[in-house]
């Protein structure tokens, strides 16, 4: 209750935040995917129905609201499964990074991501931050899969998040072969392998 004894109305402020600041991370998203080589600050601003102000008050950079923008939606379309069974539990983790990769666009725009993370420190922060937590979701199936016995104890699986993150970059920088369903059962059975003959 109030000093007035009538009752507080809830602050809404934090919601209507979190609202604009995923308005804009959408929004550029929608943009960059739109073929738009030059997205602007002006231009998100202006999809969002925000100030630039606002967006320079969450984000020091356009390139940090771009690389948060495609971390965002990457962390909302890959679910984690628990089969019982580490290697259906890898194909599915690793099927469902790749769908989005099918798209030309979207691996246009991670490796554009990556380049710019080489000149702006605030795009690879962001981009560090995602891949450690790719990483640790990763590590936990492979985790759990050896507290099941299906990896011996002495299975490395830093180095086996390593090399699975490692094939799904190579392939989105080179563009030598695809990210489909056939390669996320692959490269799942392949880590498995891995870990197997790893710990001997």
Not at 51 to 65: C, E, H, L, M, N
Not at 149 to 158: S, Y
Request: hydrophobic share 45%; charged share 25%.
């Amino acid at each position: 209750m109030s000093e007035e004894g009538r009752p507080r109305r809830p602050h809404t402020g934090r919601r209507r935040n979190d609202a604009a600041r995923q308005a804009v991370l959408d929004v550029t998203l929608d943009l960059m995917r739109s073929g738009n080589a030059d997205v602007t600050i002006d231009a998100i601003a202006r999809a969002a129905g925000v100030g630039r102000q606002t967006i320079y008050r969450w984000w020091p950079s356009k390139g940090a609201v771009a690389a948060e923008a495609l971390a965002s939606h990457a962390r909302a379309t890959v679910p984690v499964s628990d089969t019982g069974s580490l290697t259906a539990d890898l194909t599915a983790f690793l099927a469902a990074s790749f769908v989005s990769l099918r798209d030309d666009r979207t691996r246009s725009l991670l490796r554009r991501m990556m380049a710019a993370a080489q000149a702006d420190e605030h795009v690879a922060a962001t981009l560090a931050d995602f891949t450690a937590a790719r990483r640790a979701t990763l590590r936990e199936l492979l985790s759990r899969g050896q507290a099941r016995g299906e990896l011996p104890g002495g299975a490395d699986l830093e180095m086996l998040t390593d090399m699975a993150y490692g094939v799904l970059w190579y392939r989105v920088l080179v563009g030598h072969a695809p990210l489909d369903d056939q390669a996320a059962k692959s490269l799942a059975t392949c880590l498995v392998a891995a870990g197997a003959a790893g710990a001997r």
